[in-house]
């Protein structure tokens, strides 16, 4: 009976702890002007503090515990259960607070005014939580922000003023959300943070690139621009812009060479390595970079575009012959680049720049090719050669003109019969009868004829005064021409007699 009493007590104590141990969890809750806030800090249960450091880190919290000391600067609250950042998590400023950690925590809501007490933090990691928005100003208080996590979100609206006020920030890691836009205004001129050297924005849902003005940036700012695993579609000039990345050796492109990725044209859309299109898929051309070319007497600036910002720069000319004052024609200007001129033809070959820092040691080579002529000489040339061609083509043309336009006006020519009367004015050529010349050889016999007929000579006679045109003779009037040879004498040819000009008949004297 008493085992019996026992057992049941058991029993109903066992209940009695299951239905009491939510409260006593909530306990570690109270209520403050209807809010929830988080329980006193305890260094001994619920976190670990080491000196300035405390750690929360998988402890079940639901809120950020209260009563955090001044001197707090490390905070580490990551794989909780915090789902919502209010204004007032904190009732203290924690001046010296620099490292901020919120990770894995399912965190869904940040209000504006959740950082208004933490304005010293350098690093805050909010990643892998399910953030979708990032509102307006809401990281301006943090002006000495140097990294910022928010990758492994739903991150899909970002709004332009988001992450105005960060002078500082570094570092900005946005991967594998639901990005449809890369963030230009962070990197592009006048509105780029100015200190900010690596933007990630890979693995999201980016299909198109500003590609002109992602060329254009300072290598600086491509070496650290990391946007692969995105769906973006294939081009020859997505194409050339990471082969030219590639050739320059920035990490952005070598470091993950086979995951940038693009979906190729076609129904099947399957995934192409983008710098393998040269070869499959588009069949683009390779890419080489150019050498700077330039004429005599020109300036000629040229870039030490660095994979590093504000690095220490020095110039080596052709021969390896370094920068020095004495140089009159090469100077190094403020920003690193050096300038060279007015351009000589000896000033050809190779330019190295040497680039320096804590961390990296760069060197770049520029390939100068200096023309043996002005510029305005060099046009000149090509008026010279254009015109040239010009007049070579107007010739041709003259001459077919001349050879198939002019009117042909002689009793040969398709359309002029033999039989039609010449007029005896209208032709002044040297001519020969040859009714007399068949007459002779009629009377001296077959023989004598057909001999004296062979030894006879061709010849064309011409006025002396006649000038031909166009190949043509001129018309005259009806005046006599003699011609005198052996004391003989003859007269013009009648109209039987056949023009030297056009008659097949020869003739003979």
Not at 276 to 286: F, I, K, Q
Not at 389 to 410: H, K, N
């Given at each position: 009976?008493?085992?019996?009493?026992?057992?049941?007590?058991q029993?109903?104590?066992?209940?009695?702890?299951?239905?009491?141990?939510?409260?006593?969890?909530?306990?570690?809750?109270?209520?403050?002007?209807?809010?929830?806030?988080?329980?006193?800090?305890?260094?001994?249960?619920?976190?670990?503090?080491a000196?300035?450091?405390?750690?929360?880190?998988?402890?079940?919290?639901?809120?950020?515990?209260?009563?955090?000391?001044?001197?707090?600067?490390?905070?580490?609250?990551?794989?909780?259960?915090?789902?919502?950042?209010?204004?007032?998590?904190?009732?203290?400023?924690?001046?010296?607070l620099?490292?901020?950690?919120?990770?894995?925590?399912?965190?869904?809501?940040?209000?504006?005014?959740?950082?208004v007490?933490?304005?010293?933090?350098?690093?805050?990691?909010?990643?892998?939580?399910?953030?979708?928005?990032?509102?307006?100003?809401?990281?301006?208080?943090?002006?000495?922000?140097?990294?910022?996590?928010?990758?492994?979100?739903?991150?899909?609206?970002?709004?332009?003023?988001?992450?105005?006020?960060?002078?500082?920030?570094?570092?900005?890691?946005?991967?594998?959300?639901?990005?449809?836009?890369?963030?230009?205004?962070?990197?592009?001129?006048?509105?780029?943070l100015?200190?900010?050297?690596?933007?990630?924005?890979?693995?999201?849902?980016?299909?198109?690139?500003?590609?002109?003005?992602?060329?254009?940036?300072?290598?600086?700012?491509?070496?650290?621009?990391?946007?692969?695993?995105?769906?973006?579609?294939?081009?020859?000039?997505?194409?050339?812009?990471?082969?030219?990345?590639?050739?320059?050796?920035?990490?952005?492109?070598?470091?993950?060479?086979?995951?940038?990725t693009?979906?190729?044209?076609?129904?099947?859309?399957?995934?192409a390595?983008?710098?393998?299109?040269?070869?499959?898929?588009?069949?683009?051309?390779?890419?080489k970079?150019?050498?700077?070319e330039?004429?005599?007497?020109?300036?000629?600036?040229?870039?030490?575009?660095?994979?590093?910002?504000?690095?220490?720069?020095?110039w080596?000319?052709?021969?390896?012959i370094?920068?020095?004052?004495?140089?009159?024609?090469?100077?190094?200007?403020?920003?690193?680049?050096?300038?060279?001129?007015?351009?000589?033809?000896?000033?050809?070959?190779?330019?190295?720049?040497?680039?320096?820092?804590?961390?990296?040691?760069?060197?770049?080579?520029?390939?100068?090719?200096?023309y043996?002529?002005?510029?305005?000489?060099?046009?000149?040339?090509?008026?010279?050669?254009?015109?040239?061609?010009?007049?070579?083509?107007?010739?041709?043309?003259?001459?077919?003109?001349?050879?198939?336009?002019?009117?042909?006006?002689?009793?040969?020519?398709?359309?002029?019969?033999?039989t039609?009367?010449?007029?005896?004015?209208?032709?002044?050529?040297?001519?020969?009868?040859?009714?007399?010349?068949?007459?002779?050889?009629?009377?001296?016999?077959?023989?004598?004829?057909?001999?004296?007929?062979?030894?006879?000579?061709?010849?064309?006679?011409?006025?002396?005064?006649?000038?031909?045109?166009?190949?043509?003779?001129?018309?005259?009037?009806?005046?006599?021409?003699?011609?005198?040879?052996?004391?003989?004498?003859?007269?013009?040819?009648?109209?039987?007699?056949?023009?030297?000009?056009?008659?097949?008949?020869?003739m003979?004297?």
């Open positions: 009976m008493g085992g019996q009493i026992c057992i049941s007590h029993v109903v104590f066992g209940k009695w702890f299951f239905m009491i141990l939510p409260l006593v969890l909530l306990m570690r809750t109270v209520s403050i002007n209807g809010q929830l806030i988080g329980a006193p800090l305890n260094c001994h249960k619920t976190c670990v503090c000196s300035n450091i405390v750690s929360c880190s998988r402890m079940n919290l639901t809120n950020v515990p209260t009563a955090l000391p001044s001197y707090t600067g490390v905070l580490d609250l990551s794989f909780n259960f915090i789902t919502r950042l209010r204004a007032e998590w904190t009732t203290v400023k924690l001046s010296r620099h490292s901020l950690s919120l990770s894995n925590n399912g965190l869904k809501f940040l209000s504006s005014e959740a950082f007490c933490v304005t010293k933090l350098r690093y805050l990691d909010l990643s892998s939580n399910r953030l979708r928005l990032l509102e307006e100003f809401i990281f301006e208080p943090l002006e000495h922000l140097e990294v910022l996590l928010l990758y492994n979100n739903d991150i899909s609206q970002i709004d332009r003023s988001a992450f105005s006020g960060l002078v500082s920030l570094q570092k900005l890691y946005l991967s594998q959300n639901q990005i449809s836009r890369l963030p230009m205004e962070l990197v592009k001129d006048r509105t780029r100015e200190t900010l050297n690596l933007l990630d924005v890979s693995s999201n849902r980016i299909k198109v690139l500003p590609l002109t003005e992602l060329q254009s940036l300072p290598a600086w700012i491509k070496n650290g621009l990391y946007f692969h695993n995105n769906p973006l579609p294939c081009s020859c000039e997505l194409y050339n812009v990471l082969a030219r990345w590639h050739l320059q050796q920035l990490s952005s492109t070598t470091d993950f060479r086979e995951d940038h693009c979906v190729s044209p076609g129904l099947q859309k399957e995934k390595v983008i710098l393998d299109l040269n070869r499959v898929v588009l069949n683009c051309s390779e890419v970079i150019l050498d700077e330039a004429f005599l007497d020109q300036f000629l600036v040229l870039d030490c575009d660095t994979k590093q910002k504000d690095m220490l720069k020095s080596a000319l052709p021969g390896n370094p920068v020095s004052l004495a140089n009159k024609s090469a100077e190094m200007l403020p920003d690193g680049s050096l300038q060279i001129g007015p351009l000589k033809a000896e000033d050809s070959g190779v330019y190295t720049c040497y680039a320096s820092s804590d961390s990296l040691n760069d060197t770049l080579y520029v390939t100068v090719m200096v043996n002529y002005t510029m305005s000489g060099g046009l000149e040339n090509m008026k010279t050669a254009y015109t040239t061609l010009v007049g070579c083509l107007v010739s041709i043309i003259m001459v077919l003109v001349y050879l198939y336009l002019t009117p042909c006006r002689c009793s040969c020519c398709p359309g002029q019969g033999l039609k009367s010449i007029p005896l004015d209208s032709l002044r050529s040297s001519t020969v009868s040859v009714s007399q010349i068949h007459e002779e050889a009629g009377q001296g016999g077959v023989e004598g004829g057909a001999k004296d007929f062979l030894n006879r000579h061709v010849a064309f006679l011409e006025h002396k005064e006649q000038l031909e045109h166009n190949g043509r003779l001129n018309p005259i009037g009806e005046e006599e021409e003699e011609w005198q040879g052996d004391n003989r004498e003859r007269r013009k040819s009648d109209a039987e007699s056949v023009s030297s000009v056009c008659s097949d008949t020869p003979v004297v």
